[in-house]
């Protein structure tokens, strides 16, 4: 009943889609429903996960999914009873952060979510993109074709090495890898099997694995197949090129289609011609924080620096509320702790801490959009350079 309410409101299809609701593992006390007399009319989950914060560290994380109402009982308060059920028992579980992806969103601001990550696609038009730059240590590494078993073996491994350097990356359940429960986007799902390519560097390392499919279209008896790129990770950027390299190589593929990419790939830069990557997907943002337990959070991530700053945090829930002194090292950790008689370098609502968190967001474009002001001069250029994080933030699934 739950599963359906889930599939009625959010308008799926049935099929595989409801199996994989059907097939969630139940864990008590992460599923709520709202209940007219006997019937299902709302419907809210929740699961653990350690997303990876900017500096490799992993922090838990309470992930919000298969939300829904149904429409004959929209507007009467069901999510907002769901979800200020659901903060209190993850503020008491001590998890410092909730996530979600928002359907819409002008929804979940006033539930003190922020949009804190983006993806980006790209639609490759193979015949112009000139080939790959491919770096001379690429070419001594090793491309290989794995069985399904094979990569759900060795991805696990190779998928936390490749995190703790992506801030904004999940968990992956050991489910993500053999079947498609539990995530919404998921390249298990809708079609064929996919293949699997693994490429080792010199030493026989794994340093990335690609998850693909090829649709073979014919124009007329001109082979303009299209290769789609479900999943690509890599831990080192000769892996990348080496198996971008691979797409656009592969026999009858005109089109090289990936539409969940870091914001920051550089897969444009890789190509002869940059402009034949053009956009396709969504290039939107994706992931949503809630920014529970700002001493937890703050301290759980790297600074790019020594420094100080003094948050005035406004939350009319309460958890995030308060005045927070962050206090970085030389090697970028840092302390974090309320400090309700220091005066605030910056003010500004749970929702942008959350946008802020990850790196997504700067307090430079913050501070332009009126969502952080700034109560010291020079404290908005501070917290820039302290925040700062080289790589932006991918939350890689659809949690
Ligand atoms: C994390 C995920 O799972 S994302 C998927 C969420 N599910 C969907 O989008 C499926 C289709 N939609 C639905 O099931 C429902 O409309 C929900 C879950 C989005 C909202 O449920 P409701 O019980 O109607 O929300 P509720 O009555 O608590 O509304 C709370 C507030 O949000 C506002 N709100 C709710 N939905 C929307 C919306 N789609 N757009 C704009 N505002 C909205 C309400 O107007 C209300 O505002 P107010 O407090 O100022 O009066």
Do not use: K
């Not at 991805?155 to 936390?160: A, C, D, K, T, V």
């Not at 050991?174 to 079947?179: A, E, G, I, N, S």
């Not at 998921?186 to 560097?201: F, T």
């Not at 002194?325 to 003010?347: F, K």
């Amino acid at each position: 009943m739950w599963a359906d309410t889930v599939r009625t409101g959010t308008h799926r299809p049935p099929g595989r889609g409801r199996s994989r609701l059907n097939r969630l593992p139940f864990v008590p006390g992460r599923f709520q429903g709202a209940f007219d007399g006997d019937e299902c009319v709302g419907a809210f989950r929740s699961a653990r996960t350690e997303l990876a914060v900017p500096g490799g560290g992993l922090v838990a994380a309470d992930v919000i999914a298969d939300v829904a109402v149904l429409p004959t009982h929209r507007r009467r308060g069901l999510l907002t009873r769901m979800m200020d059920r659901e903060l209190r028992a993850a503020a008491g579980r001590g998890e410092p952060l909730a996530l979600l992806i928002a359907a819409e969103p002008t929804v979940y601001g006033r539930f003190g979510f922020g949009p804190a990550t983006r993806l980006t696609g790209y639609r490759v038009d193979v015949l112009r993109a000139g080939g790959v730059r491919l770096p001379a240590a690429a070419a001594t590494g090793r491309l290989q074709l794995l069985p399904r078993p094979r990569a759900a073996a060795v991805g696990p491994g190779l998928y936390e090495r490749f995190r703790r350097g992506r801030p904004g990356a999940p968990a992956r359940p050991p489910q993500w890898w053999t079947d498609d429960t539990g995530t919404l986007w998921h390249p298990l799902r809708d079609g064929p099997d996919p293949l699997h390519v693994g490429y080792h560097d010199a030493a026989g390392r794994l340093q990335g694995l690609l998850t693909y499919r090829v649709d073979p279209r014919w124009d007329g008896n001109l082979p303009a197949a299209e290769l789609t790129v479900l999943d690509l990770i890599t831990t080192h950027p000769d892996a990348a090129a080496a198996l971008w390299d691979y797409c656009l190589s592969v026999d009858w593929v005109t089109t090289v289609l990936a539409e969940n990419l870091a914001p920051d790939d550089p897969l444009p830069l890789l190509l002869g011609n940059p402009r034949a990557a053009r956009p396709g997907g969504l290039d939107s943002d994706f992931a949503w924080l809630r920014v529970l337990d700002p001493p937890a959070a703050l301290a759980a991530r790297r600074y790019s620096g020594p420094g100080r700053l003094v948050l005035e945090v406004d939350d009319p829930a309460g958890y995030a509320h308060g005045r927070f002194a962050l206090d970085s090292a030389p090697d970028g950790t840092a302390h974090c702790s309320p400090a309700p008689h220091e005066s605030a370098d910056l003010a500004l609502g749970v929702g942008a801490l959350g946008s802020l968190y990850l790196g997504e967001q700067t307090p430079a474009r913050l501070h332009a959009a009126g969502l952080v002001a700034e109560l010291r001069p020079g404290a908005v250029l501070a917290a820039e350079l302290l925040l700062h994080t080289a790589t932006r933030p991918w939350c890689t699934d659809g949690v």
